[in-house]
Each structure stands twice: as C-alpha cells, then as structure tokens.
C-alpha cells in the first residue's frame, strides 16, 4: 500500500508540471510581484500627502485616535465651561477654630484667658479654679512636658511622693498580709491573704491601692494580668511591697500619688479639687515641681522642662511661665 501512495503521487506533481509549466509560473510570480510593489509605493505615496507612517504613532490609525480623544477632551471642557456660567457659585464657608465648636460654657470660660499669654504658677493655679464650669467637684491636673526620651533607662522618670494637702478624694486600701488585724486597726479598708484572694478570684476590684508584703508577693503572680492593666500591682519602686505595712497605708491615706512619664515625655498627674483653697493647690502644685526638678536626669544636657499647663477636668488648659518655676 506504501508503495501505491508513493506512486500516485509522483504521477499528481508530474501533472501539475505539465498543466503550469516553469516557464509560465516564473512569469505569474513576477508579474505578482509588480503588482505588490506598485501597491506600496501607491501606500507610500498617500502616507507622505497625509504626513503619516504604515504603523507607529504617525500611523493614519493612531493619528485618527489622537484626533477624537482631542474632540472628547474639548467637548467636555465646553460642558464644564457651560455649567460653570450656568450654576452659581457656592459661599465659601470659612472652617471654625477648636474654640468655636467647644460648648458655650467652655467658651464662656476661655474668655477669662487670654489667648498666648503665660501665667505664673500661683495665678495659674486661680485661673483653672475660675475656670472650672463642670457642676461636679473637678480635678486640678498638671501636665509637664519635659525634654527626655522615655526610651532611654536613665531618663524614664518615675516617682511617688505624699501631697501636703492630700487628692481630696477617698482611698480605698487593700493589704495582702499575715497580720490582718494590725493592718485594719492602720486604716487599711480590706486585710488579711484569704480574704485578698478570695476578692481577687471572684474578680472584684474594690480598692485604690494594694499594698502587699514581699514573702506574699508570689501568690499575686497569677492575677498580674488583672492588677497590671488597672495599675494596681504592688511594686517595691512605689512603697507598695513593703514590710512597713501601717507606714504605707498611712501615706496612700494621706495622699500619695505617682507619677511617670508617658512615650511623649510628658507627665499627667492630678494635684488635688477645685474645692481646695488656693493655698493648698499651689503647695502640692510647688510639691509636684519639686520632685520633677529632684528627678532630671545628668544624661539630659539641653532644656529640661519645656511646657507646663495647668487645667481642671473638662476646662480650659493655662500656660505657665517657666521663668516663675525655674
């Protein structure tokens, strides 16, 4: 069968030779090729009246695209232009200042205040008191900038310290001890280990401060993640891990507060009640300075205390002057 197929088709060539001969063929495909060569010279022609190219960016196609894109662009340049003349124009509403979307009581405040002006502590101190609009006993808060890096060890500064004339608020004291009754007859308002722990595991906090001795701090560790949060941890660096357990209470009674610097490098830290008298303000304001000053870092070469405000709860803050604090 092989040899069949190859048979047969020997013999088609050879008729196809016969039907075209050579001779013929060659004249076809030059006469062909005349014929193509005219047509690109017609499209050459015509590409060069036009300014155009077969392909590219100056082809009759791309140039015919840029032409209507351009059409586009001014019809809805037109349209806009149309609607400008059309629609009037909307007033420009100037955006209000932080002090004109407080409330009016606050507003009402600031106007005892005036605007860029640094206060020296003690008048300070009389202003925020003035200033207060809340119908609540407010807070007096002092907020000190300072210039240290809280990344830095020796410049995360911490401290604690008694105020002379207390917070002016109740504090609830909690003291993890073997001596329960001492520590109740100290002031303390719960005492006693089972007690403590029992509070704790039913997950009630109520307390201000938990002081603990050092040989029962281990039992703490498992509610660290409940106390740690709150700040409620006793920490030796705080007086709140102590063997001195009546001492300690009685300074958290007395008014002992914390302080330390936030990752900003400023301090918050509240300094008593708009219900104290101005006397007692400015002697825990000037105790509060006191201890900041006491604690600057030698690694800090350059401005220590940069800003110092003073504010109330929810009132308007006052600037104070570094010359009267330094």
Known sequence: ????????TKKTKKTAEEVIPSEVAEII?????????????????????????????????????????EAKEARKAEAKADESEDKPKAPVVPTRTRLERRGKHFRKSSELLEVGKHYPVTEAVELAQK?????????????????????????????????????GKKVRV????????????????????????????????NFDVLIATPA??????????????????????????????????????????????????????????????????????????TSVKGNKPNSVKGVYIKAIHVTTTMGPSVAVDLASVN
Do not use: C, W
Not at 183 to 201: F, R, S, W, Y
């Open 1 to 8: 069968m092989a040899e069949a197929k190859k048979t047969t």
């Open 174 to 205: 909690a003291v993890l001890t073997d001596n329960a009754a001492e520590a109740i007859k100290a002031g303390a308002d719960l005492a006693g280990t089972d007690d403590v722990l029992a509070e704790l595991e039913k997950g009630n906090i």
């Open 29 to 69: 495909s030059e006469q062909l090729a005349e014929v193509t060569a005219e047509e690109v010279v017609v499209e050459e022609v015509i590409a060069e009246e036009k300014g155009t190219a077969k392909a590219g960016k100056r082809s009759a196609k791309a140039v015919k695209e840029v032409e209507e894109k």
């Open 131 to 167: 200033t207060s609009h809340v119908k609540f006993d407010a807070t007096l808060e002092l907020h000190i900038n300072l210039g240290v890096d809280p990344r830095h060890a020796d410049q995360n500064i911490r401290d604690m310290l008694v105020l002379p004339a207390g917070t």
């Open 216 to 289: 029962l701090m281990a039992k703490l560790g498992k509610y660290a993640r409940t106390l740690g949060p709150r700040g409620l941890m006793p920490n030796p660096k705080s007086g709140t891990v102590t063997n001195d357990v009546n001492r300690a209470i009685a300074e958290s009674k007395a008014g002992r507060v914390e302080y330390r610097v936030d990752t900003s490098g400023i301090i918050h830290i509240g300094a008593g009640k708009v219900s104290f008298t101005p006397q007692q303000l400015n002697d825990n304001v000037q105790a509060i300075l």
